[in-house]
Every structure is written in structure tokens, then in C-alpha cells.
């Protein structure tokens, strides 16, 4: 049974950090890509960060970029989401995802098992 379980998100205030950590069971997590993806009250689900297999390739929606950090630990099976220099607009419910071996990055249709979510709410 494949779980996929965020933690780490919180209440902190504009410019501080946080790291998600998203923990992986029920496959072997080194043959997968990893995404994570936000979604705001009343918004779309929108892709943030994604890393491969290996953790080589790394990619971010442009709003992040600098200021997150993908990275995943295949002997840990999990994945993190280092973000410093938040801002009230990085509010948001943060999924962690299993992308299928053919899926493109930033798509949320090409990812297939999802966590719960955790919450990020950044006050200014």
C-alpha cells in the first residue's frame, strides 16, 4: 500500500523558513520522480518544485525559485521542501506527489498517489 505523508508546515511570519518533509512507503521511492504542488483558498493546485529520480534534475515554478529548495534522500525514502524568505502569498495547502515514470514535471494529471497535504500559512 503506497502512503505518502507530509509534515512540517506551520504558522510563521513573512521572511522566516520552513522545510516540508514528505516520507514514502508501499514502493521503491529511488525509481520515482517527486513533485510538490500548493493549492490557496479558492485557487487551482499549481506546481512548486520537482526533483528526479536521482535528485540530479531540479525544477521550480518561477515564483520560488531562490527561495525553495527541492532535495530528497533515497535512503530515507522522503523528500523535502526547503523554503526560506517566505511571503503572505506562499499560503497555501502543500501536496507532496509520486510523478509516474512518464509524466511531465508540472502537471498535477501526471502525478498519482498524493499526501494529505499541510498547511503553510505565512502572516505579514
Known amino acids: 500500500q503506497v502512503q505518502v505523508v507530509e509534515s512540517g508546515g506551520g504558522l510563521v511570519q513573512a521572511g522566516d523558513s520552513l522545510r516540508l518533509s514528505c516520507a514514502i512507503s508501499?514502493?521503491?521511492?529511488?525509481?520515482?520522480?517527486m513533485g510538490w504542488f500548493r493549492q490557496a483558498l479558492g485557487k487551482e493546485r499549481e506546481f512548486v518544485a520537482a526533483?528526479?529520480?536521482?535528485?540530479?534534475?531540479?525544477y521550480y515554478t518561477e515564483s520560488v525559485k531562490g527561495r525553495f529548495t527541492i532535495s530528497r534522500d533515497n535512503a530515507k525514502n522522503t523528500v523535502y521542501l526547503q523554503m526560506n524568505s517566505l511571503a503572505p502569498e506562499d499560503t497555501a495547502v502543500y501536496y507532496c506527489?509520486?510523478?509516474?515514470?512518464?509524466?511531465?514535471?508540472?502537471?498535477?494529471?501526471?502525478?498519482?498517489?498524493w499526501g494529505q497535504g499541510t498547511q503553510v500559512t505565512v502572516s505579514s
Open positions: 506527489a509520486v510523478r509516474r515514470v512518464t509524466g511531465v514535471y508540472d502537471r498535477p494529471a501526471d502525478y498519482n498517489y
Open positions: 508501499g514502493f521503491t521511492f529511488e525509481n520515482f520522480g
Open positions: 526533483i528526479s529520480r536521482s535528485g540530479r534534475s531540479t
